[in-house]
């Protein structure tokens, strides 16, 4: 299972506009929803949400990863944002987040969600994703290019 599967281009924010935690949820989410014409984005932003009252999913050196569980999917959909600026998202290390990567699974593939978290954990701390992708002007386009190239990396 590789990431760009899971993903494409239109799922790919390079400029978020959200300054909270919850603008930016709810934008991601609805990129999703524009491409995932099955998705209620309502009751999939409220599972998201409900998973980060539990704990923020601010996994630290400015990502996150807010995920959530949904009954009415039938796959894997993941979105990435960028917010050069960061934001607040209370973060492990305390401080903003500037990629996010928002993964929705289906109730029933815990395993597919738990490899899908481990991938993009893994893309964040042993390639050059994250440098890459912050800078100035970037499109989805190269986004999704450059998620191939570091993928490959990882083998």
Known sequence: MELTELVCED???????????????REM?????????????????SAVMEREALGSTGVGEQVAIPHAKIADIEEVSIVIGVKRSG??????DGKPVRLFFMLISPEKQMNMHLKTLAKI????????????IMAENITAEQIYAILREEESRLG
């Open 11 to 25: 799922c790919i924010v390079s400029g978020l506009k959200g300054d909270s935690k919850s603008d930016i949820l």
């Open 29 to 45: 989410m609805n990129t999703l929803a524009k491409t995932e014409n099955k998705i209620d984005a309502e009751a999939a932003l």
């Open 87 to 92: 934001i607040e998202f209370d973060s492990a």
């Open 121 to 132: 954990s893994k893309l964040v701390k042993l390639t050059d994703f994250k440098e890459r």
